[in-house]
């Protein structure tokens, strides 16, 4: 299976920070990444896609980078409503895997 | 309105058998892929597989594979997730969710809100 490993695993941070996700894969997976972030009690809301595609009405604050093993998510100015989890899926491989997840907390 | 929804909380014993269910309303369920993610108290999402209801075309993570049956009534746009024996490790939120893409399947585009599965004696 490929391994996904994000870091931090919890950021602190305040409104307006600019703030930065990474995701790291153990092989190669191209740009088959996907982004999501969780809200606690909630299901997961699906972000971007093939690394770096925002989904339709996904805030532009939010965007990503990255290919082969290495990405991340940036949120260029955190908002309240961003506080939240949020998880890497690869799906170039079976079975798809997710990295264990970012909290990013109010500091 | 596009949306999945998902079979309402269950509590079981150990043993005991359970189908929960996801029913797609607003877009051709019998198109998409219906993948099914597991998350357990406090942790992360993990993948258990997907199915195809067109056909039941079904892939299983492995970890999971034996574990679960992931069914599909492409008449009602409903997909299942099965166990025949719970245990208490089976205790998880469980959600369905679309599964899509562009070029290549693998993201999840439109989730369900999850049904909470306990299993205790």
């Known amino acids: 299976d490929i391994q996904m490993t994000q870091s931090p695993s919890t950021l602190s941070a305040s409104v307006g920070d600019r703030v930065t996700i990474t995701c790291r894969a153990s092989q190669s997976i191209s740009s088959w990444l996907a982004w999501y972030q969780q809200k606690p009690g909630k299901a997961p809301k699906f972000l971007i896609y093939?690394?770096?595609t925002l989904e339709s009405g996904v805030p532009s604050r939010f965007s990503g980078s990255g290919s082969g093993t290495e990405f991340s998510l940036t949120i260029s100015s955190l908002q309240p409503d961003d506080f939240a989890t949020y998880y890497c899926q690869q799906y170039n491989n079976y079975p798809w895997t997710f990295g264990q997840g970012t909290k990013v907390e109010i500091k | 309105e596009v949306q999945l929804v998902q079979s309402g909380a269950e509590v079981k014993k150990p043993g005991e058998s359970l189908k929960i269910s996801c029913t797609g309303f607003g877009y051709s369920f019998t198109n998409n892929w219906i993948g099914w993610v597991r998350q357990m108290p406090g942790k992360g999402l993990e993948w258990m597989g997907i199915?195809?209801?067109?056909?039941?075309?079904?892939r299983y993570n492995p970890s999971f594979q034996g574990q679960v049956t992931i069914s599909a009534d492409k008449s009602i746009s409903t997909a299942y997730l099965q166990w025949t024996s719970l245990k208490a490790s089976d205790t998880a939120m469980y959600y369905c969710a679309r599964a899509f893409g562009v070029v290549l399947l693998g993201y999840f585009d439109l989730w369900g809100r999850g049904t909470l599965v306990t299993v205790s004696s």
């Open positions: 093939k690394a770096s």
């Open positions: 199915i195809y209801p067109g056909d039941s075309e079904t």
